[in-house]
Nanobody, 124 residues
Framework: QVQLVESGGGLVQAGGSLRLSCAASGRGFSSYNMAWFRQAPGKEREFVAGNSNIGNSIYADSVRGRFTIARDNAKSTVYLNMNSLKPEDTAVYYC??????????????????WGQGTQVTVSS
């Protein structure tokens, strides 16, 4: 069983930066495709960024150029560096792991493990 624990959320002014971390327990982290999703109040959970087990990364159009996903396999941790934050980035951010896929996918249904979420609030 894999457990994912997010940290790093908080309140920041528009234009500011935050770094989210997601630490994984259990074995096999380096073989997983990892992703970040977010869910704003009253909205569906949406894909933000993903990193494959061979290091390829993809991003949602809304965050490309502002957010960067990175992983440290030695620490079993994936990060989301968020710059130039906007009020519309306000959401609960979730880390997810796909233990079986070959490619990073944006469909939340394929992910096997989820963290508990961390709140990010961007004030205008």
């Amino acid at each position: 069983q894999v457990q994912l624990v997010e940290s790093g959320g908080g309140l920041v002014q528009a234009g500011g930066s935050l770094r989210l971390s997601c630490a994984a327990s259990g074995r096999g982290f380096s073989s997983y495709n990892m992703a970040w999703f977010r869910q704003a109040p009253g909205k569906e959970r949406e894909f933000v960024a993903g990193n494959s087990n061979i290091g390829n990364s993809i991003y949602a159009d809304s965050v490309r150029g502002r957010f960067t996903i990175a992983r440290d396999n030695a620490k079993s941790t994936v990060y989301l560096n968020m710059n130039s934050l906007k009020p519309e980035d306000t959401a609960v951010y979730y880390c997810a792991a796909d233990a079986h896929g070959y490619f990073v996918l944006v469909d939340k249904a394929v992910y096997d493990y989820w963290g508990q979420g961390t709140q990010v609030t961007v004030s205008s």
